[in-house]
């Protein structure tokens, strides 16, 4: 799990840098319906978060989109906040995984997208988001 942690971290850190690369441009849509660097930053901080829960709670919850978004909206609206929250989220993850026992981390879940994984296995969940997410950012960073 050491080396899901760090992947964790570095994603993290690629992600702000990626973001904060942009600087003013970082609340810039490359089209209408296109997204922001900073709602992804904040998209990433909110996904975290929920595996902190899912950890926590040893379950997936039901989720309600509507207010997942609007919180993601209130979030990207300020670039220190989303910033701070990804960084206690994923706090609150590597507490929540470190916290886990042997058996515990071996719990399955499925999350809303049909994908099972350990709670262990979340650590992935978010690394992977986080790294799909940088590389939309670094996209966007060409077009500016």
Not at 90 to 99: D, F, K, N, P, Q
């Amino acid at each position: 799990m050491k080396k899901s942690i760090a992947a964790v971290h570095l994603s993290v850190e690629a992600l702000k840098k990626a973001t904060t690369e942009l600087g003013d441009k970082a609340s810039w849509s490359p089209s209408d319906k296109g997204r922001t660097a900073l709602d992804q930053v904040a998209e990433c901080a909110l996904i975290t978060g929920a595996c902190v829960g899912i950890i926590q709670q040893k379950s997936v919850p039901e989720i309600d989109w509507a207010v997942f978004s609007e919180n993601k909206i209130k979030l990207a609206a300020d670039a220190d906040a989303a910033f701070a929250s990804l960084t206690s989220n994923t706090e609150g993850l590597v507490a929540a995984l470190e916290g886990l026992s042997t058996e515990d981390a071996a719990i399955e879940v499925t999350m809303p997208w049909g994908a099972t994984y350990t709670l262990a296995g979340l650590a992935d969940v978010v690394y992977w988001n986080n790294t799909y997410h940088e590389g939309q950012i670094n996209y966007i960073s060409t077009l500016v």
